[in-house]
């Protein structure tokens, strides 16, 4: 394949290529499929009714032309960053360091949130592990185990969420499955009832896009893939099919398994319970606590890297972009992320600040498409993913951003841009000491 561009950066790249196809799939599936998905169904089926599973795949499509521009802004790169890298040879450095600073942002706050969830989960089997002392102690391993599993490099890091990630996908097929085999016919919905409102589809859709969402993460450590040019694509494209059609088996079973679904405030828990008993709910609360540790590997991971890259794009100290002697990690970002993870779990409250997440992402997603248009003549070239239909996929993505941002809150739009005020002085401060 023809080799990308030298890296935009000022820095060198040293952390070591041990990604191959399959960890950097289990980055996309393990950023999409996180806690929600456990408590989804109850939502779809209150809003949509037993026409929900077409609200999962209209979902799909929607976030299918953001994918593909992802997809094929991964086969242009060989080095870490992603959308940073994207925006800042597209737009200038500012527009760069924003969408990391942001992506930065909106992980740190859904890391700590998920950390407090998985709490909970461990609460299911350790009475006190999610209330007073009990829960900074639980807090406390897990940001740091999870500090230390990433330190120890790459490898560790993979493996731990090899781990995970099975388990998870264990519990999640043998749910649909066992409905399959359980219910028969009953699963396949008749659709004779009535089509909801308009306004209801189009809340069933802000409520389930957010199940598609994560999978930018996979972009970001592309200095440490194997063959990034091919792997990514491929790993966005083979994660989006997996986990939507995931996604619409698990919806089926479970309108068919819970007939009171809509009035279920643990819809998956109850699900497993209808079917395979009591057992079923522990089985069930053992993959959650799967799939959100499973989701915290992946987004320290990427996360991590984001201060490494803007570290090396000058844009932040070089303390944050220094490597392990030993393990060749970026220690001192993983170390950063983790004490501030914690902190914020212990101290922070999310009903606010999840809100900036959204807009933030939305951003990064708008921004990396409106990057091809900039960047395809410049990186066109024998192995590269270039979509076809000229720039046809890459106007829908970005009306596809512009239609979910009208839908946010003015919250969003405000906790944004404070957010945004922050990064511009972090990008000033940066820029002065070097």
Known sequence: ???????????????????????????????????????????????????????????????????LCFAELGSYFRGTGGPIRYGTLAFGPFVGFQGGWLYYVARLISFSANTVLLTDSIAYFISGASTGTGRIISLAVICLGLSVINVLGSIQS????????????????????????????????????????????????????????????????????????????????LGLAVVAVLYMVIQLVSQAAVPNLVNSKTPLLDVSASLFGPVGAIVLMVGVAASVLANLLSSMFSATRVTYALSLEKSLPSWFGEVHSRYLTPANSVAFFGLAAFLLAVFGSFTVLAAMTVLSRLFLYGMSCAAIPKLRSQFRGEGRFILKGGYTIPVLGIGACLWLMLQVSFQSVWLTAIFVGIGSLLYWVGKRQN
């Open 158 to 237: 993979i493996r731990s969420m090899t781990l995970f990630t099975v388990i998870k996908f264990a519990v999640l097929i043998l749910l649909p499955l066992g409905g399959f085999i359980i219910l028969g016919s009953a699963v396949i919905p008749s659709f004779v009832s009535p089509i909801p409102p308009s306004e209801n589809l189009g809340a069933a859709t802000l409520l389930l896009i957010y199940a598609f969402i994560g999978f930018e993460g996979v972009a970001i450590p592309a200095g440490e893939a194997k063959r990034p040019e091919r792997d990514i694509p491929l790993g966005l494209l």
């Open 1 to 67: 394949m023809t080799p990308a561009p030298p890296a935009t950066s000022g820095g060198e790249e040293k952390l070591p290529r041990n990604l191959g196809l399959w960890g950097i799939w289990m980055l996309v599936v393990n950023g999409l499929i996180g806690a929600g998905i456990f408590g989804l169904p109850g939502g779809a089926a209150t809003l949509a009714g037993e026409y929900s599973v077409l609200v999962y795949a209209f979902c799909a499509l929607l976030i299918l032309p953001i994918i």
